[in-house]
């Protein structure tokens, strides 16, 4: 009777111990992976692999996740093969993102989305690159035919595709469907058209142009990451911000900004760079201040990322470290835009273990910057017909990419701790 009491006292909680310790873990996707086994996948494959696994590593922190493959068949046409050979690799990576829906979407899921449909977020939304909700897609069911429809939600988009099949489901993880046919957001094709005549602009020498600026010049020139800035000219556009000489000479003595190593050097130039072209104009009408930066898109999202507000009439930017403002316009011109900002742009995923970072004593400039030297140009000038600003996102957006995370953590412990009561249960029933 002693060895029956201690197994109804004691085997309980030994058996809840052990099965909420060996809690199954989130999986890490890698989608290059799961798509292997496809054959007809391995051209929308290769584009992924082609993205310097900038997409494979976003899709690496997710989960809850639905990813929209194409086949080969309907990838290789003419038109599709023309399309991405067109785009810079930065603007193939945010293609394919818009084609990973953050939402787990089973195939029972689908057959009861309404024939209005439902309005899904896109990873290329939370890039801050998509104009106002057009980062995300609508998915609709026809109720005659249960055939599952995928488009744009702009009212006039020509982009749509229609779901094919199932491929592969893990539950509450990830379901990859195939699809018919490209999904382009909207606006996405204008910005990657060839009828606008690439500028071939030599970055370096509009520096130098710029009398003021010999220091970021020559540490562009000497990085290489210039050549990719250029090169990003003929996507989505990019926009600098450059800091002064007189901002380089004013970094404080503990920051050993040229003793960096060459591959942290470059991160920190790229997070001068926004992956888009932003007038003037754009910039001082911010509707969601936090933006991605070219390091983002190396390092992980929601990493190296700029804080852009309007202070005082002047553009503030706020790394974390540092408070620094546009004080002229060096070129403005689509699809570049470079301004001069009054301190070097600190990153403090690198410098933040570092002592408070401070100007040098009698150089305060933080929060008094001028207003920029140049305005912008009337079509580049808001409500005059120039581009609208992007840098919007739906409201809500990052809470429900944590909560896509938080919730399947909480569905595994639901059901851990359902089992644990279960055996509980049983073993008091026996004894």
Same mark, same amino acid.
């Given at each position: 009777?002693?060895?029956?009491?201690?197994?109804?006292?004691?085997?309980?909680?030994?058996?809840?111990?052990?099965?909420?310790?060996?809690?199954?873990?989130?999986?890490?996707?890698?989608?290059?992976?799961?798509?292997?086994?496809?054959?007809?996948?391995?051209?929308?494959?290769?584009?992924?692999?082609?993205?310097?696994?900038?997409?494979?590593?976003?899709?690496?922190?997710?989960?809850?996740?639905?990813?929209?493959?194409?086949?080969?068949?309907?990838?290789?046409?003419?038109?599709?093969?023309?399309?991405?050979?067109?785009?810079?690799?930065?603007?193939?990576?945010?293609?394919?993102?818009?084609?990973?829906?953050?939402?787990?979407?089973?195939?029972?899921?689908?057959?009861?989305? #309404?024939?209005?449909?439902?309005?899904?977020?896109?990873?290329?939304?939370?890039?801050?690159?998509?104009?106002?909700?057009?980062?995300?897609?609508?998915?609709?069911?026809?109720?005659?035919?249960?055939?599952?429809?995928?488009?744009?939600?702009?009212?006039?988009?020509?982009?749509?595709?229609?779901?094919?099949?199932?491929?592969?489901?893990?539950?509450?993880?990830?379901?990859?469907?195939?699809?018919?046919?490209?999904?382009?957001?909207?606006?996405?094709?204008?910005?990657?058209?060839?009828?606008?005549?690439?500028?071939?602009?030599?970055?370096?020498?509009?520096?130098?142009?710029?009398?003021?600026?010999?220091?970021?010049?020559?540490?562009?020139?000497?990085?290489?990451?210039?050549?990719?800035?250029?090169?990003?000219?003929?996507?989505?556009?990019?926009?600098?911000?450059?800091?002064?000489?007189?901002?380089?000479?004013?970094?404080?003595?503990?920051?050993?900004?040229?003793?960096? #190593?060459?591959?942290?050097?470059?991160?920190?130039?790229?997070?001068?760079?926004?992956?888009?072209?932003?007038?003037?104009?754009?910039?001082?009408?911010?509707?969601?201040?936090?933006?991605?930066?070219?390091?983002?898109?190396?390092?992980?999202?929601?990493?190296?990322?700029?804080?852009?507000?309007?202070?005082?009439?002047?553009?503030?930017?706020?790394?974390?470290?540092?408070?620094?403002?546009?004080?002229?316009?060096?070129?403005?011109?689509?699809?570049?835009?470079?301004?001069?900002?009054?301190?070097?742009?600190?990153?403090?995923?690198?410098?933040?273990?570092?002592?408070?970072?401070?100007?040098?004593?009698?150089?305060?400039?933080?929060?008094?910057?001028?207003?920029?030297?140049?305005? #912008?140009?009337?079509?580049?000038?808001?409500?005059?017909?120039?581009?609208?600003?992007?840098?919007?996102?739906?409201?809500?957006?990052?809470?429900?990419?944590?909560?896509?995370?938080?919730?399947?953590?909480?569905?595994?412990?639901?059901?851990?701790?359902?089992?644990?009561?279960?055996?509980?249960?049983?073993?008091?029933?026996?004894?």
């Amino acid at each position: 009777m002693d060895f029956k009491l201690r197994i109804s006292y004691f085997t309980p909680t030994i058996i809840t111990y052990l099965l909420l310790i060996t809690t199954p873990p989130l999986l890490a996707l890698n989608i290059t992976d799961l798509l292997l086994p496809y054959p007809d996948l391995s051209a929308f494959s290769a584009l992924i692999s082609s993205t310097s696994s900038a997409v494979a590593a976003d899709l690496s922190h997710r989960s809850s996740i639905t990813f929209l493959a194409v086949p080969n068949s309907y990838l290789n046409s003419p038109s599709s093969l023309d399309f991405t050979r067109r785009l810079s690799p930065s603007s193939l990576a945010d293609l394919l993102r818009y084609h990973v829906l953050l939402q787990y979407l089973s195939w029972a899921d689908l057959r009861k989305i #309404p024939s209005s449909g439902i309005l899904v977020t896109t990873l290329f939304q939370t890039t801050g690159r998509a104009s106002s909700n057009f980062g995300s897609v609508n998915i609709s069911r026809n109720p005659a035919t249960n055939a599952i429809a995928i488009h744009s939600p702009a009212p006039y988009s020509s982009s749509n595709a229609t779901v094919l099949t199932l491929i592969k489901t893990l539950p509450y993880n990830i379901t990859i469907l195939s699809i018919n046919s490209l999904l382009v957001p909207y606006g996405f094709d204008l910005m990657a058209s060839e009828t606008r005549p690439p500028l071939g602009l030599n970055i370096t020498k509009a520096l130098i142009d710029g009398h003021n600026f010999n220091v970021a010049a020559s540490m562009l020139a000497a990085s290489g990451v210039v050549e990719e800035f250029e090169a990003d000219e003929g996507g989505a556009g990019i926009t600098l911000f450059v800091p002064t000489d007189l901002a380089f000479a004013d970094l404080p003595n503990n920051v050993k900004l040229q003793s960096l #190593p060459a591959d942290k050097k470059a991160v920190v130039l790229k997070f001068h760079v926004l992956h888009s072209y932003y007038p003037l104009g754009s910039l001082e009408s911010i509707v969601n201040p936090v933006q991605p930066t070219l390091a983002t898109e190396d390092m992980g999202a929601g990493r190296f990322t700029l804080n852009i507000s309007r202070v005082n009439g002047s553009v503030a930017i706020d790394t974390g470290l540092v408070q620094a403002s546009v004080t002229q316009t060096v070129f403005d011109q689509n699809p570049l835009a470079i301004f001069g900002v009054s301190k070097v742009l600190l990153p403090r995923e690198i410098f933040g273990k570092d002592p408070a970072v401070t100007t040098k004593p009698g150089n305060q400039q933080i929060g008094n910057a001028r207003p920029p030297g140049v305005s #912008p140009s009337p079509a580049n000038s808001p409500g005059l017909g120039g581009p609208s600003s992007h840098l919007t996102s739906p409201p809500g957006f990052r809470q429900d990419m944590r909560s896509n995370a938080d919730g399947l953590q909480l569905q595994w412990r639901s059901y851990v701790v359902a089992a644990a009561l279960c055996c509980i249960g049983l073993l008091y029933v026996l004894v």
